[in-house]
T-cell receptor, first 115, second 113 residues
Framework: DVKVTQSSRYLVKRTGEKVFLECVQD?????MFWYRQDPGLGLRLIYF???????EKGDIPEGYSVSREKKERFSLILESASTNQTSMYLC??????????????FGSGTRLTVV | KNQVEQSPQSLIILEGKNCTLQ??????????LRWYKQDTGRGPVSLTI?????NTKSNGRYTATLDADTKQSSLHITASQLSDSASYIC????????????FGDGTTLTVKP
């Protein structure tokens, strides 16, 4: 079974902490994405990567950075966590472009609470 | 600007009834359209994927239709079950190098006994 694995289901962090969210996929997909999902706002793209060491800003990159040192791993970094970054974070991967029956495969999500 | 609009925003039906969710899009050039089901607190899971040449695709009690001329899709759920309670998200992809897609805001379906 193909998988996207996010390292944590739930996280609680303090304001000002540096936070790392990890995502690993085993499908050899070129593209990886980080979204946040908030009630009433749908999924919003933070950053995406279409190759190792490549990254592009999504719609809401402020306050976030990413790292993709290996094809299978895409990390989201909150440099200094703030309460308005409390959200559900979803990682996804896809082939380039999405084709066939795969499209996006999502991880189970990380619910981050910043206190 | 690429957009995906879903309706209704939320829907409540009784167990055993059928329902239809709508998705209208303005994404170009069109590559494919996918419907996802997202249970509360979980990541979205793919239900169907449709390309330009496909009109209908089924996955058990879920049937998706696509009208590429009018740029509309629907997801029909037959004989609903309590486990169908979830958010249903329409996602449309254009042919781009990076494979970015446009997401709808979702329809929240509640099935009551």
């Amino acid at each position: 079974d193909v998988k996207v694995t996010q390292s944590s289901r739930y996280l609680v962090k303090r304001t000002g902490e540096k936070v790392f969210l990890e995502c690993v996929q085993d499908m050899d997909h070129e593209n990886m994405f980080w979204y946040r999902q908030d009630p009433g706002l749908g999924l919003r793209l933070i950053y995406f990567s279409y190759d190792v060491k490549m990254k592009e800003k999504g719609d809401i990159p402020e306050g976030y950075s990413v790292s993709r040192e290996k094809k299978e791993r895409f990390s989201l970094i909150l440099e200094s966590a703030s309460t308005n970054q409390t959200s559900m974070y979803l990682c996804a991967s896809s082939s380039n472009p999405p084709t066939g029956n795969y499209g996006y495969t999502f991880g189970s999500g990380t619910r981050l609470t910043v206190v | 600007k690429n957009q995906v609009e879903q309706s209704p925003q939320s829907l409540i039906i009784l167990e055993g009834k059928n329902c239809t969710l709508q998705c209208n899009y303005t994404v170009s050039p069109f590559s494919n359209l996918r419907w996802y089901k997202q249970d509360t607190g979980r990541g979205p899971v793919s239900l169907t994927i449709m390309t330009f040449s496909e009109n209908t695709k089924s996955n058990g009690r879920y049937t998706a239709t696509l009208d590429a001329d009018t740029k509309q899709s629907s997801l029909h759920i037959t004989a609903s079950q309590l486990s169908d309670s979830a958010s249903y998200i329409c996602v449309v992809s254009a042919y781009t190098n990076a494979g970015k897609s446009t997401f709808g805001d979702g329809t929240t379906l509640t099935v009551k006994p």
